[in-house]
């Protein structure tokens, strides 16, 4: 399964004026997460603040990237756009960077039709040779991709062969590992990651990841192994981290976290705002109870 297991959505970290991504922050990142045994990173997702990348410094952010993790593990690019013909242009430009996969996010704000998003997803295959993750975040795009749909992009493009699911729907997530076999289920969401894969999925995208990538990499792998009374264990020490982690919206939890454990500056590029002193303290306890706290970061 080319996309089981974890990926970690890593974060983008900024120089101190936000005029540019701290490279030298990102290879210790990298080494870390590498070390700790994740499967693969996303580059330039969501949790990566894509958003307000421009598209040279998204293809100079991927390109290092795949340089610095070499063949350590999985390079996911994100290469999303609402624009068809600009996701495709990033899609190209990961691609001849060396990356190993896409994903490519739901065409947001514009809201297309199931037969629009079939039309966007075949012009991304077309683009690229790359398998290809679709990444379904309804509450982000406004749009929710459906099983149905999912399952016919897969049929003409086998390539396009996982779905990065963050809808929340359990049924819709059991309805397509019904049609769609060989569509790769991953959760994007950390609180729900151990009940998507109790119905068929195949590991996780993560945030939570970034805070504690061996325990996250554990979690999945016990369930892997359908051993879910011990993943169980693993969800509920790392669940008050996952709440944690989206008490504001993400990434400014997870920055925030990890300034405090020694690997970052937490600083975020505008209009995201570093979260509240309240939830600051929120976000710190739920470091403590899952043992992460006072520089003990598994």
């Not at 990961?94 to 704000?109: E, R, S």
């Not at 970052?264 to 995201?272: H, T, Y």
Request: hydrophobic letters at 40%; one cysteine or more; a neutral charge.
């Amino acid at each position: 399964m080319f996309f089981s297991g974890t990926h970690t959505a890593l974060v983008t970290p900024w120089t101190g004026d936000l005029s540019a991504v701290d490279y030298g922050t990102l290879r210790k990142l990298v080494d870390w997460q590498v070390n700790s045994g994740v499967d693969g990173l996303v580059i330039a997702g969501t949790t990566g603040e894509s958003a307000t990348l421009t598209h040279p410094e998204q293809e100079e952010l991927i390109a290092r990237s795949v340089e610095v993790i070499g063949r350590r593990c999985l390079v996911l690019a994100g290469s999303g756009s609402n624009n068809t013909a600009e996701s495709r242009a990033l899609a190209k430009a990961a691609t001849a960077a060396g990356a190993d996969a896409l994903l490519v996010i739901t065409p947001y704000y514009n809201r297309p039709t199931q037969e629009g998003l079939f039309r966007h997803y075949a012009a991304m295959a077309e683009a690229s040779p790359l398998p290809i993750m679709i990444y379904n975040v309804p509450v982000r795009t406004g749009t929710n991709i459906l099983p149905e749909t999912v399952a016919k992009i897969n049929r003409e493009f086998p390539h396009v062969n996982a779905i990065k699911e963050a809808s929340g729907n359990l049924d819709q997530i059991s309805r397509l590992r019904q049609i769609a076999p060989d569509v790769q289920i991953l959760s994007g969401d950390d609180s729900i990651t151990l009940p998507i894969m109790a119905v068929g999925g195949t590991g996780a995208v993560s945030v939570i990841s970034n805070l504690a990538p061996a325990a996250t990499s554990a979690m999945v792998t016990t369930a892997l192994r359908n051993d879910f009374a011990g993943a169980a264990k693993e969800h509920a020490r790392l669940f008050p981290l996952m709440k944690a982690c989206f008490v504001e919206t993400n990434p400014g939890p997870v920055k925030a976290a990890l300034q405090m454990m020694g690997k970052g500056n937490g600083l975020l590029r505008s209009p995201m705002t570093e979260p509240s002193p309240e939830n600051k303290k929120i976000i710190l306890d739920a470091l403590r109870q899952s043992g992460l706290a006072d520089g003990n970061m598994n």
